[in-house]
């Protein structure tokens, strides 16, 4: 009977974090997602080598604290007798913990293995500052829509009497035209604090052919 009521702890933990990861991503969650500082990517945002080293070590860390509190509660209930209820209560704990902390263990070392394979973020031209992670966003997503020809050395930053500071680019087709301008720090800040979803992103970036 003890082993039915751990096992369905372990599910109804499972289940717990799959109802987190759908819903907002707030502080608290992360950090019952065994996510520290992580960030889940959004639609059109591709993890860089950094940030899945990053969740890899959260994940990791996580993990090792879950085991050696769960061997710690398995420990505390071998002082009690066999059988008692705080024994049942304390080792219980223990094994849910030590569950739960190889499963997210299992998770860091495939985001591990996974960080040297991802691509590393796009840097600025020569003489240019790198892109931010707003900027990077949706110069990724006008690389998917219009090709690989917009690269980072046609990217131009603007003073605030430009239209905003940040980021741009003239968008180029295949054929050579710059059919749009495209403002990556605004878009990409919009998108983020969620003013502007994936969608309409999607068609500022098309222009007209949205």
Partial sequence: MIWFVLLAGVVAVRVILATLRSGTQTSLSRALLFEFGARKPKPGQVLSRR?????????????????????????WGDRF???????????GIGFVSLMVGAVVALVGLVELIRAPFAPPPPVGAPGKRPLTEDELTVFRLVQELWGDQNTVEDVIFLSESEGGAGAGLFVKDKNGSMPLFVHLANLGAWYRTGV?????????ILGPQG
Avoid at 55 to 74: R, Y
């Fill in 51 to 75: 940030d899945r080293l990053w969740n890899a070590l959260g994940t990791l860390t996580a993990a090792a604290i879950a085991i050696v509190a769960g061997a710690g509660f398995m420990t």
């Fill in 81 to 91: 007798p066999n059988l008692s209820t705080t024994n049942h209560v304390l080792t």
């Fill in 196 to 204: 502007m979803s994936y969608d309409d992103l999607r068609k500022e």
